[in-house]
């Protein structure tokens, strides 16, 4: 702190020790310290205030107190002074909102959830300070209720801050991703006041995946995302022309280093780099979730670094340290990404694997890993990045995952007959042109079921309801609910037939069925999500599981559930690949990518020379 600034601070002190600082001196000073960034002094002076005075104004400054302590990393003692705020004044609306912040970082989301309700309850839409507090609220308690799988309580309050103001892309997207959540169709049913072209262009990416299998549409989705998310001027961190390392180093980063589908398929691909040529880091802002698979991930990293605690551009800054030759993003445009980060282009070389099944739009995003199935060449010019094609097959296995004892039907609560069709996708990949064709095939196939993932309330009642309308009696569908990779994997032992999913196929969820032998009939498009089942059958060698129209999907599927044998047949063609095929050959995958990765160190280091 300067001479000046000491000098006036200590004065400052002295007056509000003898209650001689009215509190308009109090703010003015307090904005100055925090203008030369001196939030602590600050925070000490309402401190020295709230001590020595008592006064009309004492909740304004408890409430500025808990601002300061927040911005200074002191969430213990910001929760406490608005806590403080609210006591003194509790028509103060202001306190509860931040009071939910608080709430939320210090990992109490439910309470948070309370604040921000009171907020909703008492903040008034026609004042004019009131009214962005409200809005704001509303879309705090969507946001967290829906990551606590509360779909209809999260909908709920985003059509009334909808209601408010219509014109919010970022809710709007929130708002079409729950109701696929949901199952709630048609998804584009635009609430009172919203114009639907402006919700379709809001749309996430990974929303998109399920609504179209359009690739400019596809495109255009993850173009609009990255301009809205991506501020221009920053700044670039690396050199194009890469480093001069013994060993490569690849660095992978992902929120997703947990008890999480990425991290189910690339363990072993981590645990088997050839570390004579290569040295491997992990950048992780995952959270400890204390699974073994976790331990797996962590373990297998030369280099494993946390970054949680940074923000996005210190995190660039961080890993350009390191100098990474090149970075894989393992998040694309989903929850947990770090676009900011990737555009300050801390790697020579970046890449996107896995996280999203489409393309990014992230204009320093280099390469997709894909094959020639996933993404033929034709299609490449739908993508901003350039395919990096592996010969066999895109997706990496893990040759380790743990699997449980087969259960038997009973205990999945199915009933001891018939033939069993099963779509264990995440309910969002659920569309109603897909649940048509799956209707239409218990019609035709006597005596069948078809298993599906309970994976909320709102969707299993939706789904009931949809086949009701379509004729299909309650007693034919069943749901399973979630369990432990270990119990979810050995159920695959149980069904005669995977029914994929379209425009949204499986991908980690097709991966397990397979391995376990149970055959995958799909439906194949024209974008990245609708070709990855289709990829995995082409490397296992069964084409006749690839369909292009919902007719002949439907004409396949009660093809082999009626023809005696079809689907052992099936069966014991995946156990073979599973010893010898390219599709599980973990090893082999590794060294082709390896090779990839080394072709484009040296086409970069050349540059150099």
Not at 192 to 200: K, L, T
Not at 241 to 262: A, E, K, M, N, Q
Not at 441 to 468: C, F, K, M, T
Not at 497 to 508: E, H, I, K, V, W
Request: hydrophobic residues 40%.
């Amino acid at each position: 702190m300067s001479e000046t600034h000491n000098t006036d601070y200590a004065g400052i002190i002295n007056l509000i020790w003898h209650r001689q600082l009215p509190f308009p001196e109090l703010l003015d000073y307090a904005t100055r310290l925090e203008a030369v960034g001196l939030g602590g002094l600050v925070a000490v002076l309402y401190q020295t205030w709230l001590k020595r005075n008592d006064t009309a104004y004492d909740h304004f400054a408890w409430f500025n107190l808990g601002a300061t302590l927040f911005a200074e990393g002191d969430i213990g003692g910001a929760r406490e002074a608005y806590g403080q705020a609210i006591l003194r004044a509790p028509g103060f609306i202001q306190p509860h909102f931040n009071l939910g912040l608080t709430l939320e970082r210090l990992g109490e989301p439910t309470a948070a959830i309370e604040q921000w309700d009171w907020v909703a309850q008492h903040a008034s839409p026609d004042k004019a300070d009131e009214r962005g507090l409200l809005v704001s609220a509303l879309n705090n308690q969507g946001r967290l209720q829906e990551s606590l799988k509360r779909y209809a309580d999260a909908l709920t309050c985003l059509d009334r801050s909808l209601a408010l103001d219509p014109h919010q892309a970022d809710v709007l997207h929130h708002w079409v991703f729950i109701r696929e959540k949901q199952c709630l169709w048609p998804v584009y049913d635009p609430p009172p006041g919203v114009d639907p072209e402006s919700m379709r262009k809001a749309t996430s990416a990974l929303a998109m995946l399920s609504l179209s299998d359009d690739p400019d549409a596809q495109l255009a989705a993850a173009r609009q995302y990255a301009d809205r998310k991506i501020p221009s001027g920053l700044p670039v961190l690396a050199s194009r022309d890469g480093y001069r390392h013994d060993r490569i180093r690849i660095g992978y980063c992902s929120s997703d280093f947990c008890l999480h589908p990425v991290s189910m398929l690339t363990v072993e691909l981590f645990e088997l780099h050839d570390r004579e040529k290569f040295e491997i880091y992990g950048f992780c802002w995952s959270p400890e979730d204390g699974s073994a698979l976790r331990q797996r991930v962590t373990g297998a990293f030369d280099h494993y670094i946390r970054i949680d605690g940074l923000d996005e551009e210190a995190s660039a800054r961080l890993i350009r340290e390191h100098e990474i030759d090149i970075l894989i993003d393992l998040h694309g445009q989903t929850r947990g990404a770090r676009t900011r980060m990737l555009a300050c282009r801390p790697a020579p070389i970046q890449i996107t694997y896995l996280g999203l099944p489409a393309t990014t739009g992230l204009p320093a995003i280099d390469y997709v890993i894909a094959d020639r199935f996933l993404i033929p060449e034709e299609h490449a010019r739908h993508y901003t990045e350039t395919p990096l094609y592996m010969p066999d097959v895109y997706q990496v296995s893990d040759r380790k995952r743990p699997c449980a004892a087969p259960p038997a039907r009973q205990a999945c609560g199915l009933p001891a007959e018939g033939f069993v069709f099963c779509s264990l996708n995440n309910n969002n990949k659920y569309t109603p042109e897909v649940f048509d064709a799956w209707m239409n095939i218990l019609r035709r196939v006597p005596g069948s079921l078809l298993w599906l993932l309970a994976d909320n309330p709102w969707a299993e009642a939706n789904l009931r309801r949809e086949a009701r309308q379509r004729g299909i009696g309650e007693d034919r569908l069943f749901f399973a609910g979630r369990v432990t990779p270990e119990q979810y994997l050995a159920r695959y032992t149980v069904p005669d037939l995977f029914l994929d999913t379209f425009p949204f196929n499986a991908g980690t969820t097709a991966n397990d069925a397979l391995w376990m032998g149970l055959p995958v009939l799909t439906l194949s498009g024209r974008c990245f999500a609708s070709r990855m089942a289709g990829a995995l059958l082409t490397a296992a060698g069964l084409p006749e599981l690839i369909t292009h129209d919902l007719q002949a999907y439907e004409d396949k599927a009660v093809e082999l559930a009626t023809t005696p044998g079809a689907c052992l047949r099936l069966h014991e063609h995946l156990r073979t690949q599973r010893e010898s095929g390219p599709l599980f050959d973990t090893p082999r995958f590794v060294r082709n990518l390896e090779q990839a990765f080394t072709d484009l160190a040296a086409s970069h280091a050349g540059h150099q020379a």
